[in-house]
């Protein structure tokens, strides 16, 4: 049986500190302490910086002695990290787990993943490969995929067009540009600056 | 495993020394059956039982031995030998390499310097403090109902009970670590019970029996006998590690791969053949569906999560795609790369004829060595026949050695067919070209008919009447036999050689190596002799 008394224990750690993890843990519903969500911002200084990253978790009969399954639900390009599932490649959630370990540790270990990535020990092939052979793709990508997934978009969209503008191309052709590339500003401008 | 190494090379040995005799001396028959006969001892390998009763004392010769050399308590003499699968040589010569407070570490044993400390813990640290915060449950608890580990780590007993009892259900008594993260240190034992069985008696007995079953689960030189319904024994083999031997249930079987016998063939080409004979019943189907054999323990694993890099609980990571085991492939995956498999587009009508004419002729042995089995009751009542008649000759061990040379001659000849299935099969495609294929195939066949067509003469020796024939023609009988029986010896022999040396000696890229030739049959186990040092 899930020992809820720490679940309930370890929101509340959790929630005191808030401001200066940016890490948050909720329950999915008020049903069930079994599923969570947790939120963690992109890294600053990666190309998830600015990302709001949402995780499924689901506590297993015997948490804390077995780890939380852990999920990304919000799409994220990382190669420990799949594009498809978002299943995470990660020791902590397998067989390194320790019951000391509580949900906050393990979502800043998931976030220490972010900005260290193991392409030696992938879960997405696809982007391990990138991510060796081309890193100005894979770095593109990712914050391609940052922007258009991990960002509230429709207020994203406006600066962007904004910024564009202010660049002194005409609004009309930087928000088609900007749609044609899925929201990435930095590919939009390059497809204005190429023309 | 230095061991081993001199073993097969003492083997090798013995086979050239064989090869030269025939050579030199190939006109002296009497010769070279005397020195087959001492080739045959010098392979005898030394087979024990061990029993549920027997399992403790099995083990504790070697706990013994590492308890000794290092002055250590049981369990962590176990934790130690559960590391290194058992071998203690290997422990020890780990030992010598990285020295005592590396491996300890690396094992996750952890030596407390001043043990009275550990008998005081508790009071000690009462009178300091009544309570202590367990960081698993948030809880803060008296200091008599948490326990401390011995590498210092204090939480409450109800944690460490769930603890326990989750890390026994799953399989992984062997090495239950502290709960602290990443602390390597593995539990005591002593408290793991104790504490296990207050709330699970039962599950606390089976504790006990895991940790002894380690070893004979994670020993290569023990296996468990593979008999259905179980028997309850274990082997223990001392100096080979590719032998057939017979359990005290009766049953014979491939030390390797735990079938039955099947020499000679190879373990790989046995399981492929038998794999193909067999119905494919529904667990077969589910286990081929829905796992993957571990690189390193063979067993079969299923996937439990989304994540294609998997462990074992064995403790093997490897790739679910590709089923390797190294660090996915030194860089990134590239098992996902189509190859294309030229083997895949063969003939299906000629293959299936050919598989039938090899099956065939497996069958129609095995069929015959099971209506000789029935000779065995028969020849009793010949041989007692012939003994309430006065002749001169009283002694019959010429019947029953050429009885059990039929039997063993038998059983090779019909594994020799799948052996044949698969060395000019497909397998071994790319390693001979199809010239050399064709010249290996006629060498071995024309060993295979010889040994065929005497084994035959010999069986039909044995079928005849002899309790009804007048004494001057048993003697010519007797003769026939003895006669028949030492040929066939050296048939069987030679088609082991042309086995081993032309035909496996030659495989460069894959390596098949087969359970050797016993001239008197399979080492059949004894019983485990308790140590002396009890």
Redesign the interface.
């Given at each position: 049986m899930i020992?809820f008394?720490?679940v309930q224990?370890e929101l509340q750690e959790c929630g005191k500190d808030v401001e200066g993890s940016g890490i948050r843990v909720a329950p999915k519903s008020d049903a069930t302490l079994a599923r969570l969500v947790g939120t963690i911002p992109g890294p600053i200084g990666t190309p998830y910086e600015g990302g709001v990253f949402q995780i499924d978790i689901t506590l297993p009969d015997?948490y804390?002695?077995?780890p939380p399954?852990m999920?990304f639900s919000t799409k994220v390009w990382h190669?420990n990290i799949?594009s498809q599932?978002g299943?995470?490649?990660l020791d902590?959630l397998?067989?390194?787990w320790?019951?000391?370990?509580t949900l906050k540790?393990a979502l800043l270990s998931v976030q220490a993943l972010l900005s260290a990535p193991e392409?030696?020990?992938?879960?997405d092939?696809v982007v391990?490969?990138q991510y060796?052979k081309d890193y100005q793709t894979f770095i593109s990508t990712a914050r391609y995929w940052t922007e258009t997934f991990a960002k509230t978009s429709s207020r994203g969209i406006e600066e962007k067009v904004q910024k564009l503008v202010e660049m002194g191309f005409p609004e009309a052709q930087a928000r088609t540009t900007l749609e044609s590339v899925g929201g990435d500003e930095n590919l939009a401008l390059e497809k204005l600056c190429s023309g | 495993m230095e061991d081993y190494v001199s073993v097969d090379s003492d083997d090798d040995y013995d086979y050239l020394y064989y090869d030269d005799g025939t050579e030199d001396g190939g006109d002296s028959d009497r010769l070279e059956f005397a020195e087959t006969k001492a080739d045959a001892d010098s392979q005898s390998v030394n087979v024990k039982v061990i029993t549920r009763e027997s399992l403790l004392a099995a083990q504790r010769e070697d706990l013994r031995k590492v308890m000794d050399v290092l002055s250590l308590k049981e369990h962590h003499a176990r934790s130690l030998l559960i590391h290194y699968r058992w071998d203690v040589n290997q422990l020890l010569s780990g030992l010598v390499e990285k020295g005592k407070d590396k491996l300890y570490a690396e094992v996750g044993v952890t030596i407390l310097e001043h043990r009275d400390l550990v008998s005081s813990n508790f009071s000690s640290s009462k009178a300091k403090k009544s309570t202590v915060l367990c960081?698993?449950?948030?809880?803060k608890v008296p200091t008599n109902v948490a326990t401390t580990m011995d590498c210092g780590h204090v939480f409450c007993n109800t944690?460490w009970t769930?603890?326990f009892?989750?890390?026994i259900k799953g399989g992984q008594s062997r090495r239950i670590r502290c709960?602290?993260?990443?602390?390597n240190s593995i539990c005591d034992e002593e408290k793991i019970r104790m504490l296990v069985s207050t709330r699970d008696p039962i599950l606390a007995e089976k504790f006990d029996r895991f940790l002894l079953e380690s070893y004979i689960e994670d020993n290569k030189k023990v296996k468990w006998c593979p008999s259905t319904p179980h028997c309850g024994n274990a082997l223990r083999i001392d100096d080979c590690n590719l032998c057939e031997v017979e359990c005290a249930c009766g049953l014979k079987f491939c030390f390797k791969c735990s079938s039955e016998a099947h020499s000679p063939c190879s373990c790989q080409m046995w399981e492929l053949w038998s794999q193909k004979c067999r119905d494919e019943s529904e667990t077969v189907n589910w286990i081929t569906v829905n796992t993957k054999p571990c690189p390193k323990c063979l067993k079969p694993v299923e996937k439990n999560?989304?994540?294609?890099?998997v462990?074992c609980i064995c403790g093997q990571h490897f790739c679910w795609h590709c089923g390797r085991p190294d660090?996915?492939h030194?860089?990134?995956?590239?098992c996902?790369r189509y190859t294309e498999d030229e083997q895949k587009t063969r003939n299906a009508k000629r293959d299936l004829q050919r598989y039938m004419h090899y099956y065939d002729r497996y069958k129609a042995h095995k069929h015959s060595s099971e209506l000789e089995s029935k000779l065995q009751k028969t020849m009793k009542k010949k041989m007692s026949e012939l003994e309430a008649r006065e002749i001169t000759s009283k002694d019959y061990s010429w019947a029953t050695e050429g009885l059990n040379r039929l039997f063993r001659s038998r059983q090779i000849l019909s594994y020799s067919y799948p052996f044949a299935y698969y060395m000019f099969g497909d397998i071994f495609g790319s390693e001979m070209t199809k010239q050399e294929k064709v010249i290996k195939q006629h060498l071995f066949e024309d060993q295979q008919q010889q040994l065929e067509a005497h084994v035959e003469r010999l069986s039909s020796f044995l079928e005849a009447p002899f309790n009804e024939y007048p004494d001057n023609e048993v003697i010519t009988l007797r003769m026939e036999i003895i006669n028949f029986s030492t040929v066939v010896d050296k048939l069987c022999r030679k088609l082991y050689e042309c086995i081993e040396n032309d035909l496996l000696g030659c495989l460069t890229r894959t390596s098949q190596s087969i359970a050797p030739y016993m001239s008197n049959g399979m080492d059949k186990a004894s019983e485990v002799t308790d140590c002396k040092g009890l």
């Open positions: 020992d008394a720490r224990k015997g804390p002695f077995e399954k999920q190669p799949s599932s299943a995470i490649c902590i397998k067989d390194q320790s019951p000391a370990l540790t392409p030696d020990d992938p879960q092939a391990a490969k060796l | 960081e698993i449950c948030f809880e944690c769930k603890h009892i989750v890390k709960m602290a993260h990443k602390c999560g989304g994540c294609n890099h462990h660090k996915f030194g860089g990134y995956h590239s996902g």
